[in-house]
Every structure is written in C-alpha cells, then in structure tokens.
C-alpha cells in the first residue's frame, strides 16, 4: 500500500481520515477505558485513565468508530475491547454505527489474574464486541481448542467416540470442539517473556484468535489504539499486511522495536 505510513505516531482520527475506503480488512482496537468514579481505569492510548466524563469519552469515540466503518472492507468485521464500565454504552453506539444486524458477538476475555474483591464478585473478565462491516459477507474461521466431553458416548472400532443419530453415527471434529465467545486466556504475567514494558499489552494469544478468526493470509489487519503493537505482531506472524497507529511515542517506539521491517 502506497500513501499513509503503516506505522503511525499521532491521533488516531486525522489518520485513519487519510485512508481509503474499504482498505482494512480487520480492525482490531483497545481504546483508553473509561474509569469510574474513583479513578480507576485502562490507561490505553494515554499515559493515565480517561478523566472527563461518559459524554466526552463517547464523543471522543464515536468519530473513530464511524472511521473504522468507513475503512472496512465489505468482508471486514471490528472488534473493540471495552471493560465493563462503558461497554453498554459503546454497544448501543456500534449498533448505530454498523446497524444492529451486522452485531455478531459480545465475547468474554476471561483470565485469572489480581486480588479478590470483598464486596462484589471479583471482575475477572473484559468484553470484546465483534460486528461485521455487512453480515454474511464478512470473513470468519472457525476456530477449534479443548476436548469433547465424552461421557456416555460410543466406541467404534478404532475407538475413536461417536455420537449415535437417526442418520447413523456423528464423529466429532478430531481438532477439538469449536471455540465459543468465552475466551480463556491467561493475562500476561509481569515475569511473562513477551512482556515489552507497555502497561496494557495483552498477550499475543488473544490477538492469534482474533486475526485467526476474522481474517485470511493477504488480509490488512488495522489495530488504530496498537500499543506496543501486538496485534500487528500477530497479524504479520500469520502473514497479514498491517496499519497501526498510536498517540505515545513510546508505544510506536517499542512497537517498531518489534516490527523492525514496518515503515
């Protein structure tokens, strides 16, 4: 692709402005979260957690997300990741945004990590809402982890389980069970080797079943809000072309670190 650097160190917004139509064939972004009364939040794309109010914060958004619409290409899907403070309020936003049809998944990134809460159940998850740029046409992979339950089920020959049906035997796919919209994926450690010293970097195994999923070999993979560029490491790690952007010189620092070859 010719034009707009790959790799982009400002706002996001004037950027993405400067790309054509339909030229993204995933968006992947981790916006700043909306921190709650007492302060805490995501730190995101900038070096603390939102401080003004939900208007401002779904103001700030909703351009950006009316930009990734735009930039999708007719088979493109967009996933956000939100906590759960705002994450209601930005659903009712993409369904304007995309149109409530095209909403195809709220998925629950769990992971076991933190303290235990006493006076509520402890928040252990993030939510990553999926829409498609026109349903039905969009990409998507099945993807495949963990074993069947086996219990009470038949044996054949070569003792392999089956299920028995009207229509006579039901094997199970021999690569495990399709995955569901409830991730778990562990949280990065702090000891973790893919650490990069970026304070929100999520683990490249959540990114892989996101550009697995939602994408083909060939596809550009866009992550607007990319941190240390994780996103963009999985995507070019499964042969994906990349755009990233983000407003911390030091995340696109690290970033090119790791993506020594991307303008």
């Given at each position: 692709m010719s034009g707009p650097p790959r790799?982009?160190?400002?706002?996001?917004?004037?950027?993405m402005r400067?790309?054509?139509?339909?030229?993204?064939?995933?968006?992947?972004?981790?916006?700043p979260f909306f921190a709650d009364r007492r302060g805490r939040g995501h730190r995101g794309q900038f070096s603390g957690a939102w401080t003004?109010?939900?208007?401002?914060?779904?103001?700030?958004?909703?351009?950006?997300?009316?930009?990734?619409?735009?930039?999708?290409?007719?088979?493109?899907?967009?996933?956000?990741?939100l906590d759960c403070h705002v994450?209601?309020?930005?659903?009712?936003?993409?369904?304007d945004a995309f149109g409530r049809r095209n909403f195809l998944n709220?998925?629950?990134?769990?992971?076991?990590?933190?303290g235990v809460a006493r006076r509520w159940f402890g928040r252990k998850h993030d939510t990553i809402l999926l829409y498609a740029r026109r349903r039905g046409a969009h990409t998507f992979n099945v993807q495949r982890e963990g074993q069947y339950r086996t219990d009470g089920l038949c044996y054949d020959e070569n003792d392999r389980p089956y299920k028995k049906t009207r229509k006579g035997r039901l094997y199970f796919d021999p690569r495990g069970p399709a995955m569901t919209d409830v991730w778990d994926v562990p949280f990065l450690s702090t000891v973790s080797r893919e650490r990069t010293g970026w304070p929100t970097q999520k683990p490249e195994?959540?990114?892989?079943?996101?550009v697995l999923a939602s994408s083909n070999p060939g596809?550009?993979?866009?992550?607007?809000?990319?941190?240390?560029?994780?996103?963009?490491?999985?995507a070019k790690r499964h042969g994906?072309?990349?755009?990233?952007?983000?407003?911390s010189p030091k995340a696109i620092r690290i970033a090119r670190r790791r993506l020594p070859d991307l303008s």
């Open positions: 790799l982009h160190c400002g706002d996001n917004l004037p950027y400067t790309l054509p139509d339909g030229c993204c064939d995933l968006v992947y972004v981790d916006p003004g109010g939900l208007d401002d914060y779904l103001a700030f958004l909703r351009p950006r997300l009316e930009q990734m619409h735009r930039l999708l290409s007719e088979r493109g899907s967009v996933y956000v990741h994450v209601h309020y930005v659903k009712v936003m993409l369904d709220e998925i629950i990134w769990f992971y076991r990590t933190g195994a959540l990114l892989d079943r996101v596809d550009t993979v866009a992550d607007f809000f990319c941190g240390s560029g994780t996103t963009l490491v999985a994906r072309e990349v755009l990233g952007c983000d407003v």
